[in-house]
């Protein structure tokens, strides 16, 4: 393809995104395909001579879009959001043109530097420390992760490095198999999967400890099981506390926890991937008290903050444990600027990353941050409407109090009755919603979604769910 072609092909492709984006409302949330759908709409081969880019603009519905379900669409209230806008597109498509691998300084001096600073100014937004912060003038800072479950791993592997080192110096004739056989990590029974995956994958103990009655985890709780296992001749070493659970959106007792933590000189990690967004507006920031006692912060701007997946946030007051975790240094990856910034290789999982910080630049600068926060705002005001109509009709009830842009529900009943709602709802086809289950009770999640949404496609949603409530009542009373 030469550039011409590239030119009118990008033209074309630009012009079908404007379209889908403004008529989203119109696609039906979830596509009524069956899995291996896709193979018959394809040749058995790639094919031996190029094609036009018109064969390719032409296939796009038939082929793809058959099969897509339409996060962005107003009527999808699954999940957490996956955030989107045209400044985050554009600036994915010049990351891509640049097509830099960032994974030194020197490999792309403005990748790692432009992300040193974004990480900074978003950390100003949410109400940071200073001790999080490269500005602070000490070696903390910040960098972006592909996803949460990356950072979770990534502060459990600096736990871990800071734990030998200090259980070494105390017991020296200890062998590393002796000292790993005794690690033990804990985090509230309602934290993502990804935290308990994190402790297999770093091949260390991990308790998933029972919150109080708010799906809270307390720091009294969290001092009964450290105290309990110091007993055992265990070794404490790693907690992650939750803001914003994705079963209910709970939020821990940080300070609590930040206390014991501090106390015992264990590592705490906070992920706040769903929540955090919610920070960069000053009156939800009592959510994050006590966030001055962790060690590592973590929540998702491609989640709430418009901008496009992947870009995870990640601050470290001490980031030379994760760096002795990972460092490797082959001469093919020395230069002569090593120490004066950082080589994020040694941050992260994989060696290579993106220049992921040119779509916070993007969206940070063609937002500002009065209208991030009007966006956020606008999605919990949302919440609260559709928990005024779920009110309002007395066969429902609330799971838990709405704090951010998730509504827990439920019919009063059993959880036969709530999992037929469900059915329901979902096979009517025009919204589209997701269930959790916590201490046995099955309920309902609708999550504000779409930086589209407006208070009638609330009202839609809720005449969607209030139709599958009647049909599961008529259904229940025959």
């Keep these: 393809m030469d550039a011409a072609d590239f030119k009118d092909f990008s033209k074309a492709m630009s012009d079908y995104i404007v379209e889908y984006m403004t008529n989203i409302r119109d696609r039906q949330v979830v596509p009524s395909v069956k899995p291996g759908y896709l193979r018959p709409l394809v040749p058995e081969q790639a094919p031996e001579k190029p094609e036009p880019w018109t064969a390719v603009m032409a296939d796009i519905e038939r082929v793809v879009m058959s099969g897509v379900t339409h996060w962005q669409s107003p009527r999808f209230h699954a999940y957490f959001p996956t955030a989107h806008s045209y400044p985050s597109i554009v600036a994915d498509m010049l990351s891509d043109a640049i097509a830099c691998i960032g994974f030194t300084w020197i490999a792309s001096p403005a990748c790692t ?8 100014w978003l950390g100003q937004m949410i109400g940071l420390p200073e001790s999080f912060l490269a500005r602070s003038g000490g070696e903390a800072g910040g960098v972006i992760q592909g996803t949460a479950s990356e950072a979770t791993l990534v502060a459990l592997l600096g736990a871990k490095s800071r734990a030998m080192h200090r ?28 935290v308990e995956r994190a402790g297999l994958l770093g091949g260390v103990q991990l308790r998933a400890l029972k919150p109080d009655g708010k799906r809270k985890l307390r720091g009294e709780i969290l001092q009964e099981a450290i105290e309990e296992d110091i007993r055992k001749g265990m070794i404490p070493f790693f907690v992650v506390a939750t803001l914003g659970t994705t079963s209910s959106c709970a939020f821990d007792a940080l300070d609590e926890i930040g206390d014991v933590c501090n106390e015992k000189n264990i590592w705490l990690h906070v992920d706040a991937a769903y929540a955090g967004s919610s920070f960069i507006c000053p009156e939800y920031r009592y959510l994050m008290k006590g966030v001055e006692k962790a060690d590592s912060f973590n929540f998702n701007p491609h989640k709430w903050l418009l901008v496009n997946f992947d ?15 990972f460092n490797v240094d082959p001469l093919y990856l020395k230069h002569d600027m090593q120490g004066m910034a950082p080589d994020y290789r040694h941050w992260q999982i994989p060696l290579g990353r993106r220049f992921r910080s040119l779509k916070l630049w993007f969206v940070l600068r063609l937002y500002g941050v009065e209208n991030l926060q009007k966006y956020i705002r606008k999605h919990i005001e949302l919440a609260h409407l559709f928990e005024k109509l779920c009110t309002s009709d007395e066969r429902f009830e609330l799971y838990e109090e709405v704090t951010m842009g998730l509504v827990c529900f439920r019919l009063k009943g059993n959880n036969e009755i709530n999992e037929e709602l469900l059915k329901r709802i979902n096979g009517r086809g025009k919204i589209h919603l997701v269930p959790s289950k916590i201490d046995d009770v099955y309920f309902l999640r609708l999550a504000i979604c779409s930086p589209f949404s407006e208070e009638s496609d609330i009202h839609i949603s809720w005449e969607e769910v209030k139709a599958a409530a009647d049909e599961v009542t008529k259904a229940t009373q025959k």
């Design 113 to 120: 530097e432009l992300e040193v600073v974004m990480l900074d």
């Design 167 to 194: 259980v070494k110096q105390e017991h020296p004739e200890w062998t590393d198999y002796e000292i790993l056989s005794k690690l033990v990590g804990y985090c509230n029974k309602q934290a993502h999967s990804s």
């Design 311 to 325: 870009c995870s946030a990640m601050w470290l007051k001490e980031p030379r444990w994760i760096v002795d975790a």
